[in-house]
């Protein structure tokens, strides 16, 4: 891999560590991951802290993860029916994780209210909050991951996830937006981008009432492209205000898991280098429903209704123009300081504070984590580290 150019900005992957020999000005990149043994994974890559990755052995999740039995090429209802297994498959395994340990505050209450969207249909939030808190506080709004087509914001990573940051000093409000997926039916784009939306509207027009002081948007892989697209979508539509602050952690917006490993390592060298690591590539490429639409055309989409991941040239459904479900150009996006095999789509995302305002980075946050884990909901309740509400 000597001749391998690493990417258009740092020129290596980064993580990569720099050597040299004593005699010897050259200075080589070192290599991490499967960059630097294609047969590693989770057990014997060195950078995991030991007891994540006991957690994940606990599991049978540190292994390399294994390819899907279908591929990009399968039939629309085949996929379909990959997709409904990987909710119940990573439901399950949300539900098995320890997700109540010794020590949690149980001072945090929830309570549900349902508002209307905007595509006239019931969308549920949760809403957080510590009893031993008082006054106005700041609000997050919570969207959860799953790649916007599978799990729910009611399972129990998410609501501990939630649970925990509440408990720091603040009003968290848990999305359950419309999955491209759901076993009642399909959603096609933008269903789940309106949930989103009609949720942050509702949240903003009731301020006053919720006892809040300001509003950040935050979500990790597919939760964290809903985030950016909304608050696109907020810029768009002269609902900015709404907006405080924007969090998108470990964004799911690539779309080119399906690349060729040249491609790969010119442009996002992690999908390589973290490639199995929980999840692979070929996973993501086959629950990518972008294919679909060059494949089987709107008919199919219309029927399955699966999000196309990239929306460039024709509209995904006649309509109103909407955002992108991930934007694409740089300048548009908040940072994110984002690990494993989507790292590198994260490293390619710049803060554009005007007109935006200021976008949140980790250190900005109102729930700054100090974590010996992923900084994702999954690997947070594995490990669980300090949260403290930035004062």
């Known amino acids: 891999m000597s001749n391998i150019s690493y990417g258009p900005h740092s020129g290596q992957p980064e993580g990569a560590m720099m050597s040299a020999s004593a005699d010897d000005t050259t200075v080589h990149p070192k290599l991490s991951g499967r960059l630097d043994d294609p047969g590693r994974d989770l057990r014997t890559d060195p950078r995991l802290k030991p007891r994540l990755r006991a957690a994940l052995a606990a599991f049978g999740l540190d292994a390399a993860a294994g390819p899907p039995p279908i591929d990009r090429t399968a039939a629309p209802e085949a996929i379909v029916e990959f997709v409904g297994e990987s909710h119940a498959g990573f439901g399950g395994l949300y539900e098995a994780l320890p997700n109540d340990l010794p020590g949690d505050d149980d001072s945090v209450e929830f309570s549900t209210d349902t508002v209307r969207g905007v595509d006239g249909n019931d969308i549920t939030l949760r809403i957080?909050?510590?009893?031993?808190?008082?006054?106005?506080?700041?609000?997050?709004?919570?969207?959860?991951?799953?790649?916007?087509?599978?799990?729910?914001?009611?399972?129990?990573?998410?609501?501990?996830?939630?649970e925990d940051l509440a408990a720091t000093g603040m009003v968290v409000i848990g999305v359950d937006f419309r999955n491209a997926y759901s076993a009642e039916g399909m959603h096609p784009f933008p269903a789940g981008l309106n949930d989103c939306t009609s949720a942050l509207e509702w949240v903003n027009d009731h301020r006053g009432q919720l006892d809040i002081t300001s509003v950040v948007l935050q979500g990790e892989s597919g939760g964290a492209n809903l985030v950016l697209a909304t608050a696109l979508k907020a810029k768009r539509d002269g609902h900015l205000d709404a907006i405080n602050g924007v969090y998108a952690m470990v964004p799911y917006i690539s779309g080119g898991y399906g690349w060729t490993d040249i491609r790969k390592l010119r442009e996002l060298p992690s999908m390589i280098e973290n490639d199995g690591y929980?999840?692979?590539?070929?996973?993501?490429?086959?629950?990518?429903?972008?294919?679909?639409?060059?494949?089987?055309?709107?008919?199919?989409?219309?029927?399955?209704?699966?999000?196309?991941?990239?929306?460039?040239?024709?509209?995904?459904?006649?309509?109103?123009?909407?955002?992108r479900p991930h934007p694409r150009r740089r300048n548009d996006l908040p940072a994110s300081r984002a690990r494993g095999l989507l790292r590198d789509r994260a490293r390619h995302q710049t803060i554009r504070r005007q007109p935006l305002g200021a976008l949140t980075t980790p250190e900005d946050h109102p729930a700054r984590r100090h974590l010996t884990a992923e900084r994702t909901p999954w690997g947070h309740h594995m490990i669980r580290g300090k949260t403290y509400a930035k004062r």
């Not at 399955?304 to 459904?317: D, E, K």
């Open 128 to 162: 957080y909050r510590s009893a031993n808190v008082t006054g106005p506080l700041p609000c997050t709004v919570y969207i959860h991951g799953g790649g916007m087509t599978i799990l729910d914001a009611f399972a129990k990573v998410h609501q501990r996830w939630c």
């Open 278 to 323: 929980f999840i692979n590539c070929a996973m993501m490429d086959v629950s990518t429903p972008r294919h679909l639409r060059q494949r089987v055309g709107s008919v199919a989409r219309r029927r399955h209704g699966l999000l196309p991941q990239t929306h460039r040239g024709r509209r995904a459904r006649p309509g109103p123009r909407q955002p």
